[in-house]
């Protein structure tokens, strides 16, 4: 493959979910990556028990620190995304809504105390948003609309899974969906897997947004790259990401799967992938240039 990626929402891999992995595991899951040319990620947590939370956060700093000061083969933690806790209950998709509490400063701090510089994404429903989203941006922690029913971004930087768990565009409603899309200051992260999204809105998303503004992710599952069932949220999912409920969970494919199979189709090319699958998220997150180094390694 002649480029690099980064995937800035990705719950696990190899059977392997970063919820619930160890540090065996997460290693395990890094080398893996690594070797598909996905040379970093922000690992994405769903909503869960605050203890756990916090348990994995403490767990993904010690490897980053780790990293920094010594890596082989193996792809970067550039910080992680909190999915859950944040979102509306009426967009939970396959989360656990009875998890999920207000977006509000005490909250944030609570769940992730003294972890909070590991934090490099925050998804939110911005309709329940106190004063979260504020303070998140005045830290440089990107805050992200989704799992929505608004039709605002409130302040939000970009969005998590666009077209996905948000109200869809309607010719007469306003919708974070059809917002997010036409504003050219603002990210929109998608899943081109061709399933979250059909192939007519993937080619009129990339019309539409400007390319330096697309962030290509897989929204991977721990089923990717594993060929028997899992559980995830506490739900069997199948072969095709989804549960008992034909509700979406997550892909089946990790990144740099979608995106040969975006270029085989002729949808995007090797250049397009390059900016929307890794320079745009090197901007993005704003890496620093001792992160940067390390993925061009």
């Known amino acids: 493959m002649p480029y690099k990626l980064i995937d800035n929402h990705i719950h696990g891999s190899f059977g392997i979910s970063f919820n619930d992995a160890d540090y065996d595991e997460i290693k395990h899951v890094l080398f893996g990556l690594y070797k598909k040319n996905i040379v970093g990620l922000c690992p994405t947590l769903i909503g869960d028990d605050d203890e756990k939370i916090y348990n994995q956060l403490v767990l993904f700093k010690k490897i980053q620190d780790e990293q920094i000061s010594s890596i082989n083969s193996e792809a970067l933690i550039l910080g ?3 999915e859950g806790t944040f979102l509306s209950a009426h967009k939970s998709g396959i989360q656990d809504k009875k998890v999920f509490k207000k977006p509000t400063v005490e909250n944030f701090k609570n769940l992730v105390k003294d972890m909070e510089n590991i934090i490099k994404i925050v998804t939110i429903a911005p309709e329940e948003d106190i004063d979260l989203i504020e303070y998140l941006n005045s830290k440089n922690i990107k805050t992200q609309a989704g799992h929505t029913i608004g ?13 996905n768990a948000m109200n869809s565009i309607h010719h007469r409603n306003p919708s974070i969906a059809l917002g997010a899309l036409i504003c050219d200051d603002v990210f929109c992260e998608i899943i081109p897997d061709l399933v979250h999204t059909s192939l007519d809105i993937l080619k009129l998303f ?5 390319k330096n503004k697309i962030i290509l992710i897989s929204d991977s599952l721990p089923s990717s790259n594993y060929d028997k069932e899992i559980v995830f949220c ?5 072969s095709f990401g989804k549960d008992e409920n034909g509700v979406l969970a997550g892909s089946n494919m990790t990144l740099d799967e979608i995106c040969l199979n975006l270029i085989k189709k002729e949808i995007l090319t090797e ?6 699958g890794f320079e745009n ?7 620093t240039k001792e992160q940067i180094d390390i993925l061009n390694r």
């Not at 250049?271 to 929307?276: A, G, K, L, N, T």
């Not at 998220?281 to 890496?287: D, E, H, R, V």
């Open 234 to 238: 506490n739900k069997k999912i199948n």
């Open 271 to 276: 250049e397009d992938i390059r900016q929307m």
């Open 281 to 287: 998220q090197i901007k993005y997150l704003n890496l």
């Open 80 to 82: 992680v995304h909190l």
């Open 151 to 163: 039709d605002n971004l409130n302040g939000c930087v970009a969005t998590t899974h666009h077209f």
């Open 206 to 210: 990339l019309k539409v947004k400007p």
